[in-house]
């Protein structure tokens, strides 16, 4: 009996060639498109996503599905990404939307709709090892999302498919166009998960009230910036400074939404941080002996620096080898790597073992 695969599509190349190529190799693969909630002052896309996603399916020739989770993205989201904002701390919308939606909500579903399993286009690979899963980096490292994914367990691994993970992305668009498909030329998305193509801070305007305030340098006030929830541990752009205090640039050190003031540095040292606490970790597998080394993403696409985690009562804390810029609420993720030294950029064999949220 052929296994039934719900590919998540986007309407984007990625997911239109994982169907594809699961179509080729003998699944039985269904389409399934995911209405999400979009806010009425960015135009509307979703529609032709969807009708985009129609067309790769009738050129696959697989079933089409739509499945509406538009309530649980707002609240699960959208809502929970604005309320962070608002309390001065940089969430990641897309770890919330794959926990939430693509490995909660869509898994569920399609599991109910009776799916062996669920496939997306995300650049990522997983392989068993020693009777577990392991999450590891894509084949593209520019286009790597493991870091997005750290919070899967090992019941999501076990019933996703990464097609394309193993990949690179020319490799990807090449495809397409073997496969005919109607989106091949289509360039990549960008933005807000699945809401679209608008920058984070016309987006907070809408849901946070903001009225600008003073931007301070060692007690003394530099400039003005426009609301204290937009600017996050490192930000060197978004705010002004005096013509007098311009000669250099400043960076965030620190932010009070309280009194709507945020703080800066002229040194990018004085933002960096020695070690941080960590809320709400999720092991991939299971939790170490502590204390861990590991190889440590605090951003999307950043160099990893070397962390030990280590565990007081219940509070895990990571102790960088060298002052690291952390954001309070961005994921701090963790890798080890399969060959026999760390090393201190990204690579392919890295595993993903889990992560936590920086406080």
């Not at 790769?56 to 089409?64: E, N, T």
């Not at 609240?75 to 608002?86: G, H, K, S």
């Not at 440590?296 to 990893?304: L, M, N, P, S, W």
């Amino acid at each position: 009996m052929r296994q039934e695969i719900y590919v998540g599509l986007s309407g984007g190349v990625d997911s239109a060639v994982s169907a594809a190529l699961l179509k080729e190799q003998g699944y039985d693969v269904v389409g399934a498109f995911i209405k999400i909630w979009q806010p009425e002052f960015i135009e509307c896309t979703w529609r032709e996503e969807r009708l985009d996603a129609m067309r790769v399916c009738a050129a696959i020739g697989i079933p089409f599905r739509e499945v509406d989770f538009s309530q649980e993205y707002k609240t699960e989201v959208v809502e929970r990404m604005v309320r962070d904002y608002a309390r001065g701390v940089t969430p990641n919308p897309d770890v919330l939307c794959n926990l939430r939606i693509k490995f909660g909500s869509f898994a569920q579903w399609a599991k109910r709709e009776g799916a062996h399993g669920i496939a997306t286009g995300h650049y990522a690979r997983k392989r068993e090892v020693g009777g577990h899963m392991e999450l590891l980096r894509a084949h593209d490292l520019a286009k790597d999302q493991s870091y997005f994914l750290y919070r899967m367990t090992q019941l999501d691994l076990a019933r996703t498919m990464f097609p394309i993970g193993g990949m690179l992305k020319s490799e990807v668009r090449a495809l397409a166009h073997k496969f005919n498909l109607p989106i091949a030329q289509k360039p990549d998305s960008q933005g807000l998960c699945f809401v679209g193509e608008v920058s984070m801070v016309d987006f907070l305007k809408r849901f946070i009230p903001l009225s600008p305030g003073v931007v301070l340098c060692g007690g003394k006030v530099v400039g003005e910036h426009e609301g204290a929830p937009l600017y996050t541990i490192g930000q060197r752009h978004g705010f002004s400074v005096s013509q007098d205090s311009a000669s250099h640039p400043y960076y965030v050190v620190g932010t009070d939404t309280i009194q709507n003031r945020i703080y800066v540095s002229a040194h990018r040292q004085d933002a960096e941080r020695s070690a941080v606490t960590l809320t709400d970790i999720h092991w991939v597998y299971r939790e170490p002996k502590i204390p861990h080394s590991v190889q440590a993403q605090a951003r999307y696409h950043e160099r990893t620096v070397g962390a030990t985690i280590t565990k007081d009562d219940n509070t895990f804390a990571a102790t960088f080898d060298r002052p690291h810029m952390a954001s309070p609420g961005q994921s701090l993720v963790f890798y080890a790597s399969s060959s026999s030294t760390q090393v201190e950029v990204p690579h392919e064999d890295d595993v993903c073992v889990g992560g936590g949220l920086i406080r």
